[in-house]
Each structure stands twice: as structure tokens, then as C-alpha cells.
């Protein structure tokens, strides 16, 4: 670490530093933060153990650059960072080190967990505190938790299937007859509520869309693949065409999850 923090300082020597570096803020960085994490996140969903050391170097780097910008600004700087995280950690782990049992189940730690970060903000109102640069469909998981807390919530996920099909239909309504901002608001709604769905059914709806994209990123690659083996690419065909090339990807994917499942083949 302090190698590291002594590169960081390099960096951002007004003097003799690195003149890209020296220009970024707490602003500018934020995006490459976000982007960091999420590498992090992809070499896991992938399993690319090789890759995740490095990918965790990254996302520390980013700690270290707002660290050093917090520094240069009187705010605060790696030692008070680290400083303030394990003094929280201690606070939110009393059944580790302080005097309450650790006998007590995860769902039990993390309403605890909840509790004490409810006394740590102090009064505020039930949706303070959730973070606006989260992904907007887990910000909204978060704030759909919040209002549950207190009751304001759909007792099971017939409730809120009913209500995607009533969004549903007025998304439709919309789109024949209002301006492109009330359709873009009525979407937004449909998304809202889809979002409910994943949380009663403890489904991640980030990880549940990436997926989706995943798939739908490798069965495109085959059709492309199976009109390579033609001599075509996909601008020289048509839907009709490619519409029963996915279905011939679509079946290559089931066939082979059946197989890594060690079911038979249809």
C-alpha cells in the first residue's frame, strides 16, 4: 500500500506529475469507479479467477486516486478512509466484538445490520440514504425494501402481477396516444414494478438482465456462425432467415445446458 500511495502522489504532483492525471476530480473518476467495480463483478460471474486479481488492483486504485484527491483537498485521505471502515465494521459486528451473542441466524445479523445503519444516519426519512448512482433497477430494489419495512408493500406476487399487467396496458395506451416523455414515463413504471416482482421473488434483477444479455450476446453469435458457414454475414440476410437460425441456437443451448445438467438429450 504505501508503494501505491506513493505512486498515486507521483501521479498528481501538480508539479511533475501526469497531466491527464492531474486533471481528474472526484467527478470525473466516479465513472471509472463504476466501471471498476463492474469488471470486478463480470470476472466473477465468469469465473476468470486469472483475470480477478487484477481486476481487484483496479478497483482499488480507485479507492486510492479519491483518497489522494480527498487528501489534496483537506477532506480526508487513505488512513482516515481505512480508519472510518473498520471502526464501522466493529460498530455493525457487536456479536463479534462487543458483548451481544453470536447466536443468532444471517436473516436476524442483517435486520441488525439494517438497525444500525437506521441509528447511524440518525432521523431521517425511510428513503434517505439510497444511493442515486446505483443501477436503476437495483436502486429500485432498495427503495421497494426500504418502503417494506415500514408496511408499505404488497403482501404476495399476485398482487404485483396484476399490477405489471395493469402498467402493461397503459404502456400500450401510451404508445398509441401520448408524447414520447409519457411513454418514456409509463415505461419507466413497467420497469418499477418488474423490479417489485425480482424482489418477492429474491431474484436479482441486475443479474437476471446481464444474463439475459449474455444469452441473447451467444445465440447471436451462432447465427452469425451458421451464415458464415453459408458465405453470408448477417446485412446479407433477412429476418425470416435468421429468426429460424435462433431457433437452431435456442436449441444448441437448451441441448447443451441439458447435458452439463446430466439429462438426457430430447
Known amino acids: 500500500m504505501p508503494r501505491l500511495l506513493e505512486i498515486m502522489a507521483r501521479l498528481r504532483d501538480p508539479d511533475s506529475g501526469c497531466p491527464w492525471d492531474i486533471e481528474q476530480n472526484f467527478a470525473t473518476i466516479a465513472p471509472y469507479t463504476i466501471e471498476e467495480a463492474y469488471e470486478v463483478a463480470d470476472a466473477i460471474e465468469r ?23 480527498g487528501q489534496e483537498a483537506g477532506l480526508f485521505d487513505f488512513d482516515s478512509i481505512t480508519k472510518a471502515i473498520a471502526d464501522k465494521m466493529v460498530a455493525r459486528h457487536p456479536h463479534l466484538f462487543g458483548d451481544e451473542s453470536r447466536d443468532k441466524s444471517a436473516e436476524q445479523q442483517t435486520r441488525d445490520w439494517e438497525r444500525l445503519k437506521a441509528a447511524e444516519r440518525g432521523p431521517a426519512r425511510v428513503l434517505d440514504g439510497v444511493a442515486l448512482g446505483l443501477p436503476a433497477l437495483t436502486r429500485a430494489v432498495k427503495l421497494q425494501k426500504r418502503a417494506a419495512r415500514v408496511g408499505f408493500d404488497w403482501p404476495s406476487t399476485d398482487q404485483v402481477l396484476d399490477k405489471i399487467i395493469e402498467e402493461t396496458h397503459e404502456l400500450v395506451e401510451a404508445r398509441d396516444s401520448l408524447t414520447k416523455a409519457e411513454q418514456a414515463e409509463e415505461f419507466g413504471d413497467l420497469l418499477f414494478v418488474m423490479a417489485n416482482l425480482a424482489r418477492h421473488m429474491e431474484i436479482d434483477p441486475e443479474a437476471a438482465l446481464r444474463a439475459a444479455n449474455e444469452k441473447f450476446t451467444r445465440r447471436f453469435g451462432r447465427i452469425e456462425d451458421f451464415l458464415a458457414d453459408e458465405g453470408k454475414a448477417p446485412a446479407q440476410s433477412d429476418l425470416v432467415e435468421m429468426d429460424t437460425l435462433w431457433d437452431r441456437a435456442k436449441a444448441e443451448d437448451k441441448a447443451a445446458k441439458a447435458e452439463r445438467a446430466g439429462q438426457p438429450r430430447d
Do not use: F, M, N
Open 47 to 69: 469465473k476468470a479467477w486469472a483475470e480477478l486479481e487484477g481486476e481487484l488492483g483496479d478497483l482499488l486504485l480507485q479507492s486510492v486516486y479519491h483518497a489522494r484527491i
